[in-house]
């Protein structure tokens, strides 16, 4: 009856596949809300305060993004990069929700966002030695829209925001009311952002927070979200780990239109009816919601028990010089990529010229499968969407593809004798760790220990390995550390902390990284098309990346055959010609 009812709702697939009922209720749900969210006209200050430009913003950045995550749904590629997508909405959320409490106050933290990101990207530089001729642009890549030099008062005094951790502990420390309906017709929209709050405050929010976490670094338990008893490791999505996404980044695109309402009121369109606009998407939301919660099993939002303590981040004291880019030192719009997308397109045709069979010797290590798999899906999303209006979902797969290389390249790359079981372990502990945690964490936050476990359960056809972790284990490396020996036959091997700093820009949704993802040309401005930097930096890291996956799981899957060697060369020869003429535009290395 279920297959009857899915196939009847347009649940099969075209290679014959059904989709589950409450699967296909989901999707509809989700597109529901994207069309009505589609539907509200953007509108923009230019010449204002800088604090007004970036909240205006706010929103059509995160429905480009909620766009983005549900047409990867079910497209057979970039299972994992909606994760990376609704963890990036769940921050926004974070973020929003507080700034709509106290508009006045706490919208002028977005200049202080944006200047301590800047200071973040100098003390890299400066750390790792590296240089950038073309700083202003990076700081500054819109000129025109509104001063964003921060060489104000206005920028200097700007009080600062809570990170991501102390924006979560605050959130759960509040314990939001559970949603009234009651609220949905009285049109006042700090009444709907109390309600839209409520849905955030799902059971095991924690919990949930670390799968998002998961997906969006790319690592070995974000690529078995796409791990199903039919589908294909890497490019599909488990029907649980879909729901969780959608689910999270629903609740997490509407919160940010209501706070971006409470704190920009005069960027509303004065041809849309705020109160029965505003009414509907919540209640669309909410039917997300409900569909998502039938198929992930978590329980229905309420509110959650209070942390200990709310965890502070120190406070930078001192910015240094550079954040503050004189008005003469603005650089124009004027680069070019298409030579380095040239470069790609040879490296994608080499690429597509071999892929291992990784049963050909028999059964290969889930690890290798993914790493191989999982790369072919994420950089065939950088190239089936960097030139489209999906191109925001390039630069979180090539952030992903950056950073699980790192980490496949410390495991498997010239350890010394002895020293690779010790890696592996290592390795494989971390995530073991990982997934323990965040079971107890859905456990002690409202959601039943079987339907956590369920969560993190393969199928059948897997077999698992050993699920013990060592005592004393050591965590893996920092980013940074595997970042930098992943950069050492370059000139300057810091640029890929660098790189991944400033692609973390977008994925963190900062001020800054919202300013990368437009351009402003003859007094228009482009919505949805990312800074030639930006783009540069995206097409090289992730041929980079995927080189050193592709390559590396290559040789693993076929036995160290001189094919994969020989594929393997190929694509580091070509990945360097990429690299070669990217850093022509994003000016590292």
């Known amino acids: 009856m279920a297959v009857e009812q899915s196939v009847a709702a347009g649940g099969r697939r075209p290679d014959g596949r059904v989709t589950a009922a409450a699967t296909v209720r989901l999707r509809e749900a989700s597109r529901a809300l994207r069309a009505h969210l589609d539907a509200l006209p953007a509108e923009f200050h230019f010449g204002g305060p800088a604090d007004r430009f970036l909240a205006e913003s706010a929103f059509p ?9 549900d047409s990867l749904i079910g497209s057979g590629i970039g299972g994992t990069v909606v994760g990376a997508l609704a963890r990036s909405l769940f921050e926004d959320g974070l973020r929003w929700q507080w700034i709509g409490q106290s508009p006045a106050e706490r919208r002028p933290t977005l200049l202080a966002g944006m200047l301590l990101e800047r200071d973040r990207i100098c003390s890299y530089l400066e750390e790792h030695e590296v240089s950038c001729l073309n700083l202003p642009r990076w700081f500054v890549p819109l000129s025109g829209v509104t001063d964003l030099t921060g060489r104000s008062l206005e920028w200097l005094s700007a009080p600062d925001a809570p990170d991501a951790d102390e924006l979560l502990d605050t959130f759960l420390a509040s314990s939001p009311a559970a949603p009234d309906p009651a609220k949905l017709t009285g049109g006042r929209v700090q009444d709907l952002l109390d309600t839209a709050r409520a849905m955030l405050a799902m059971s095991g929010l924690r919990g949930a927070v670390m799968v998002l976490g998961h997906a969006g670094h790319g690592n070995l338990l974000g690529l078995q979200s796409s791990v199903s008893a039919d589908g294909v490791p890497g490019h599909d999505l488990r029907a649980d780990h879909e729901a969780l996404f959608l689910h999270v980044a629903a609740v997490g695109v509407t919160v940010t ?18 109160a029965g606009f505003l009414g509907t998407a919540v209640q669309l939301t909410q039917e997300v919601v409900q569909a998502a919660n039938a198929v992930h099993g978590l329980g229905q939002a309420q509110p959650v028990s209070a942390p200990a303590k709310v965890r502070q981040h120190r406070r930078v004291s001192r910015l240094r010089p550079a954040v503050l880019v004189a008005a003469g030192d603005v650089l124009p719009d004027v680069a070019s990529v298409d030579g380095v997308i040239a470069a790609v397109t040879e490296y994608q045709t080499a690429v597509d010229s071999w892929c291992p069979d990784p049963w050909a010797h028999g059964d290969p290590k889930l690890a290798s499968v993914l790493a191989q798999a999982g790369a072919r899906s994420a950089f065939d999303t950088v190239m089936s969407t960097y ?52 079971i107890a964490l859905f ?16 199928p059948g056809n897997v077999v698992e390995g050993p699920d013990d972790v060592a005592k004393g284990r050591k965590p893996l490396p920092p980013i940074d550390q595997l970042l930098l020996a992943m950069g050492a036959p370059y000139p300057e091997p810091g640029w890929l902390p660098v790189a991944y700093s400033l692609l973390s820009q977008v994925t963190h949704s900062t001020p800054l990284g919202l300013t990368h993802m437009a351009r402003f040309l003859d007094g228009t401005l482009h919505a949805g098309e990312p800074s030639p930097e930006m783009l540069a930096l995206t097409l090289d890291t992730a041929c980079l990346a995927s080189a ?15 094919t994969a060697q020989n594929y393997a060369l190929e ?19």
């Open 61 to 69: 950045f995160a429905r480009w993004r909620f766009d983005c995550a």
């Open 257 to 274: 239109l209501l706070g971006v309402c409470c704190a920009v009121p005069e960027c509303w369109p004065a041809e849309v009816d705020q």
């Open 387 to 438: 030139d489209q209006h999906a191109a925001v979902s390039a630069v979180f797969a090539a952030r992903m593809l950056l950073e699980e290389a790192a980490r496949f390249t410390w495991l498997t790359h010239d350890p010394e004798d002895g020293t690779f079981l010790e890696r592996s372990k290592r390795y494989f502990d971390e995530f073991r760790a990982r997934k323990k945690k965040t």
């Open 443 to 458: 456990a002690g936050n409202g959601v039943g220990l079987r339907a956590a476990k369920r969560l993190f359960e393969l």
């Open 548 to 562: 050193r996956l592709l390559g590396t799981s290559g040789l693993l899957l076929d036995q160290g055959s001189k």
């Open 571 to 589: 694509l580091a020869r070509r990945a360097y010609a990429v690299h070669d003429a990217a850093r022509m535009v994003h000016w590292l290395d």
